[in-house]
């Protein structure tokens, strides 16, 4: 089992930053990789941006070049730093591990809200 606790998120002004913290904890050994999910009202959730064991990272084309993810391992923990918010960024955050390849931990997921 893997567990993730969140914080940062809040609210912030068009063109702002905010950094999203998750800490994991238990099986670490067994984390593939981690990364975030977002979901809006109505929306469906979606994969914001992961980061491998092996330092890989991918990110949804919405978020290029102004979010990044970073971990810290001594920490056992994931970082994401956004900037030049939009509105259209407002959801509620969710951090994910995958492990054990096909089993999914998420956090208890943060708001965050971008005024125009």
């Known amino acids: 089992q893997v567990q993730l606790v969140e914080s940062g998120g809040g609210l912030v002004q068009a063109g702002g930053s905010l950094r999203l913290s998750c800490a994991a904890s238990g099986s670490i050994f067994s984390i593939n990789r981690m990364g975030w999910y977002r979901q809006a009202p109505g929306k469906q959730r979606e994969l914001v941006t992961f980061?491998?064991?092996?330092?890989?990272?991918s990110y949804a084309d919405s978020v290029k070049g102004r979010f990044t993810i970073s971990r810290d391992n001594a920490k056992n923990t994931v970082y994401l730093q956004m900037n030049s918010l939009k509105p259209e960024d407002t959801a509620v955050y969710y951090c994910?591990?995958?492990?054990?390849?096909?089993?999914?931990?998420w956090g208890q997921g943060t708001q965050v809200t971008v005024s125009s």
């Open positions: 980061i491998t064991t092996g330092g890989t990272t």
């Open positions: 994910n591990a995958r492990y054990y390849s096909n089993r999914d931990s």
